[in-house]
């Protein structure tokens, strides 16, 4: 007696498949990303727990807002932190030069009567020369930067006092005290919305649907393998969804804050240099390997002082930012900034070998401290526990990229 088998139908096995294939890419571009995606999932899941913890004022229009003005010093040094550790160095400076720079720009308009924009820009090369000196001696004497910022922590310290003669200095001119505080104006007609918010939110969704289509394209043009028409389609549903969300709480307030679109700016800027240029290219190399990169030609001493006067241009804004927040120039500014910046960093996807990282990514980490401080804040936690928790945080996120790095390496 015989038996028969009937070969299963193409229908039979398609659908298995495809399943199987749109899973495997799915979990491969976890691995790819794990520690932005884990630091995504982290961010939201801290937001829903604080959001229910203050019963819904977390996310209110107004803390919104103030969440953002409130972290936009320490997120705009945590993106020049973060570009810092990925070519393999360190700037514990970044404090004292804030404060600093605050209040050399405090002694030109307050005393000097500069005209703010004009002191703004000066602020600016301060921070540019203090970047390109300490840059100079990292890179081309060959001091490490550990002991060259923190002997620059202790000189701009020491500095900021001399200026200020142990004083603060108010008050700032309007103008320049909305660098900080103020908002984009209203236009247009009269509706319930902030009409320019929701026209910079209309114009984030195209351009993040735009930038997915286009490396979708891109990748199939190149034959690699991309996420499934029904995931990618679910993706950017879920950007256009969160973006939007967003504007509309931004927009039922006061709408977007200058200082985020100075932020965004710097984002889009930095993140372009860091993916795109060839000193992007560069500045991953050295932190990767700097003996190899050497060898391939990159001239890694100009590279090594460009990163660190990027950093000091960055410093010299935050400082703006967060004088202009205070309106004074004060002796005390900066403290820990520069732990707040590196912890950032790497809650965002640094590695201490240097070498990994994105700009994204230390906004991400700073987003998880500024929530975090501000949620706890909302519910009444002390300072002290604030202190332990944040800390507890950053030893997870150090711990999990050496975690993932052991597990690669088996």
């Keep these: 007696m015989t038996t028969t088998t009937t070969p299963p139908k193409d229908s039979d096995t398609a659908v298995p498949s495809a399943v199987r294939s749109a899973g495997a890419l799915l979990v491969q571009s976890v691995r790819n990303n794990m520690r932005q995606y884990g630091m995504l999932t982290a961010l939201a899941f801290i937001v829903v727990l604080f959001q229910i913890w203050t019963d819904g004022t977390l996310l209110l229009p107004n803390n919104v807002s103030n969440l953002i003005q409130q972290n ?40 000097q009567d500069v005209p703010w924009v004009l002191a703004l820009v000066l602020s600016l090369l301060i921070g540019a020369v203090a ?72 114009a984030a969704v195209v351009f993040l649907l735009l930038r997915e289509w286009r490396d979708r394209r891109r990748q199939l043009a190149l034959d690699l393998d991309v996420l499934p028409t ?53 500045v991953y190399a050295l932190g990767g390997n700097k003996a ?67 700009v994204m990514g230390a906004v991400i980490g700073g987003l998880v401290l500024g929530v975090l401080n501000n949620g706890m804040s909302l519910v009444g936690i002390g300072t002290d526990y604030q202190q332990v928790i944040k800390g507890l945080v950053l030893l997870a996120a150090v711990g999990f990229d050496i975690y993932n790095k052991r597990k690669a390496g088996s």
């Excluded at 040094?77 to 720009?105: N, T």
């Excluded at 001399?162 to 505080?181: C, D, M, Y």
């Excluded at 389609?233 to 504007?247: D, Q």
């Design 230 to 282: 029904g995931l990618w389609a679910t993706k950017c549903v879920a950007l256009t969804a969160a973006v939007v969300a967003f504007t509309l709480t931004l927009a039922s307030f006061h709408g977007v804050p200058v200082v985020m679109l100075v932020m965004c700016a710097l984002l889009l800027a930095l993140g372009y240099v860091m993916r795109n240029a060839v000193i992007g290219r560069h």
């Design 72 to 111: 936009s010093y320490i997120l705009i040094l945590a993106m020049g932190m973060m570009i810092i550790i990925i070519a393999g160095h360190i700037d514990l400076s970044v404090g004292s030069l804030v404060a600093f720079v605050g209040a050399m720009s405090a002694v030109m308009m307050v005393k």
């Design 131 to 202: 970047g390109a000196w300490q840059g100079f001696f990292i890179a081309y004497v060959g001091i490490p930067s550990f002991i060259v910022t923190l002997a620059g922590m202790l000189l701009f310290r020491g500095l900021t006092q001399i200026v200020l003669e142990g004083q603060s200095l108010a008050p700032f001119p309007e103008g320049f005290q909305n660098l900080a505080k103020g908002f984009i104006p209203e236009m247009g007609p009269y509706t319930q919305y902030h009409n320019p918010t929701l026209l910079l939110g209309l």
């Design 292 to 358: 190899a990169a050497k060898l391939s030609g990159v001239k890694d001493k100009r590279v090594t002082f460009l990163v660190f006067v990027n950093m000091g241009v960055l410093a010299a804004l935050a400082g703006c930012v967060y004088a202009a927040r205070l309106n004074a120039g004060t002796t005390q500014a900066g403290l820990n900034f520069e732990l707040e910046a590196i912890a950032a960093s790497f809650i965002g996807g640094a590695s201490m070998s240097g070498g990994v990282g994105t």
